[in-house]
Antibody, heavy 117, light 110 residues
Framework: EVQLVESGGGLVQPGGSLRLSCVAS????????LNWVRQAPGKGLEWVSYISGNANGIYYADSLKGRFTISRDNTRNSLYLQIDRLTVEDTAMYYCATTRSGTPDYWGQGTLVTVSS | NFMLTQPHSVSGSPGKTVTISCTRS????????VQWHRQRPGSAPTTVIY?????PSGVPDRFSGSIDSSSNSASLTISGLKTEDEADYYC?????????FGGGTKLTVL
């Protein structure tokens, strides 16, 4: 069974940093590309970043470039998202999701990031 | 970058059929696969259609996806509506490494 479990969210002050993690199981992790997707309270889904299976391909949403860094450790079946200089607009549930040709996307349950003073 | 436009809301009665559209603003809808994701209140999204018209295992055949090049749009059709289908539905596609979501459609089963 495919499982994705995010962690690392919490309450942080504006200007702070966070590192989100997503641990995967139930599939060959390195065969899958991954995305981070966020959802602000009461809003729709917003794509944040993509990383290919071997990490050679990395993309970010144009509006978010510069403060977000995606990475992965295939030896630990883990995906990461470093977020720096957090603002209140970054308050959202952050989801990791797989993407691979010929298979449906799988989603984690999300980790909540709240930016507030 | 392109945009995907969905109706804000649709509704239908139990047992009826509804269709949710997703129109691509630029570029060819057939050039990149379209996925559809369902999000029930308080839950994470799950994929109900991938690669335009493929159903993941466990998704009933009441759900179907299609694309129409003439209108540059994709559609999600749900037949035999059930109250459990009430949720937000998002279309999604990509191009050149960028992933785009539609704004979401709230389906109400009356």
């Amino acid at each position: 069974e495919v499982q994705l479990v995010e962690s690392g969210g919490g309450l942080v002050q504006p200007g702070g940093s966070l590192r989100l993690s997503c641990v995967a199981s139930g599939f060959t992790f390195s065969d899958y590309s991954l995305n981070w997707v966020r959802q602000a309270p009461g809003k729709g889904l917003e794509w944040v970043s993509y990383i290919s299976g071997n990490a050679n391909g990395i993309y970010y949403a144009d509006s978010l470039k510069g403060r977000f860094t995606i990475s992965r450790d295939n030896t630990r079946n883990s995906l990461y998202l470093q977020i720096d200089r957090l603002t209140v607009e970054d308050t959202a549930m952050y989801y990791c999701a797989t993407t691979r040709s010929g298979t449906p996307d799988y989603w984690g349950q999300g980790t909540l990031v709240t930016v507030s003073s | 970058n392109f945009m995907l436009t969905q109706p804000h809301s649709v509704s239908g009665s139990p047992g009826k059929t509804v269709t949710i559209s997703c129109t691509r603003s630029s570029g060819d809808i057939a050039g990149n696969f379209v996925q559809w994701h369902r999000q029930r209140p308080g839950s994470a999204p799950t994929t109900v259609i991938y690669e335009d018209d493929q159903r993941p295992s466990g998704v009933p055949d009441r759900f179907s996806g299609s694309i129409d090049s003439s209108s540059n749009s994709a559609s999600l059709t749900i037949s035999g509506l059930k109250t459990e289908d009430e949720a937000d539905y998002y279309c999604q596609s990509s191009e050149s490494g960028n992933v785009v979501f539609g704004g979401g459609t709230k389906l109400t089963v009356l």
